[in-house]
């Protein structure tokens, strides 16, 4: 079974997490903030562009689920 790559960016609240391969390429990231998705960057993500808040609701409209996000934990 093979292993799903996956990739974390973190901006000290969240950690969101891109499984390239789930991507279909709908660019609605791009599209919705475009300050923070630059295909053509490396690295593409710059979470730091945004607020947690925006990133929370772009991610819940990613179409193919590969954006998701988790909180980081408060020592």
Do not use: R
Not at 34 to 54: F, G, L, R
Not at 58 to 65: M, R, V, W
């Amino acid at each position: 079974m093979e292993k799903e790559i996956k990739k974390e960016y973190s901006n000290g609240e969240i950690v969101v997490v891109w499984k390239p391969k789930t991507c279909i390429h709908a660019a609605e990231c791009v599209k919705a903030l475009p300050q923070v998705y630059d295909p053509k960057a490396s690295p593409w993500m710059k979470i730091e562009n945004a607020t947690t808040e925006e990133l929370k609701v772009q991610i819940g409209k990613c179409p193919s689920g590969a954006l998701s996000f988790f909180e980081k934990e408060s020592n």
